[in-house]
């Protein structure tokens, strides 16, 4: 076991092309974006927020006020009927909707008491490969995102986060 929980022969790279971490096996040539079976969730949740996420959302000029369009960060909780059930955090994810949903309101209760950000939490709590980015996706225009991801985004004004947001992906908190 390494430092960031991986099993033997396993490391974290960095993807340039994605600008995205991801898991490798030089012995067996591996490479995947979910950790390989047999990894310490814990420490490697500790360890990619320590090496491998954002220290700060930079604007990204180019698209500032493009018409349209809008920028938002999200946080989330995947349960075993999403969509892919696995993520940088977990290899397969178990947990039911219902302890999903759990998760998600303490989550959400401790970010709008101010005991932290939205983009704090997603670093290390987040099942999107967004969490390296403090959840950040971006700026996307309508028909970008899951419909009812997109609905709840673009209601928003900014500054504002939604409530639990229901996708195929799982159980989001998004803020704009």
């Given at each position: 076991?390494?430092?960031?929980?991986?099993?033997?022969?396993?490391?974290?790279?960095?993807?340039?092309?994605?600008?995205?971490?991801y898991y490798f096996n030089a012995?067996?040539?591996?490479?995947?974006?979910?950790?390989?079976?047999?990894t310490n969730t814990d420490a490697l949740k500790a360890y990619m927020a320590a090496h491998h996420s954002a220290s700060e959302i930079k604007p990204d000029a180019a698209m500032n006020g493009s018409e349209g369009r809008i920028r938002a960060s999200h946080l989330l909780v995947k349960h075993k009927d999403s969509r892919r059930p696995s993520s940088w955090r977990e290899a397969e994810i178990s947990r039911t909707k219902e302890e999903a949903m759990s998760i998600l309101l303490g989550?959400?209760?401790?970010?709008r008491s101010g005991q932290t950000t939205l983009g704090d939490l997603a670093v290390s709590e987040s099942d999107c490969s967004s969490a390296r980015k403090m959840g950040d996706l971006g700026y996307f225009g309508k028909g970008d995102m899951?419909?009812?991801f997109e609905e709840a985004a673009f209601a928003l004004?900014?500054?504002?986060?939604?409530?639990?947001?229901?996708?195929?992906?799982?159980?989001?908190?998004?803020e704009r």
């Open positions: 076991m390494t430092d960031a929980g991986l099993p033997v022969g396993w490391e974290v790279r960095h993807s340039n092309s994605k600008n995205l971490p012995a067996q040539q591996l490479s995947r974006w979910e950790p390989p079976a047999g989550h959400e209760q401790r970010i899951q419909k009812e004004k900014p500054g504002e986060m939604s409530h639990v947001v229901e996708t195929a992906s799982g159980l989001h908190l998004i």
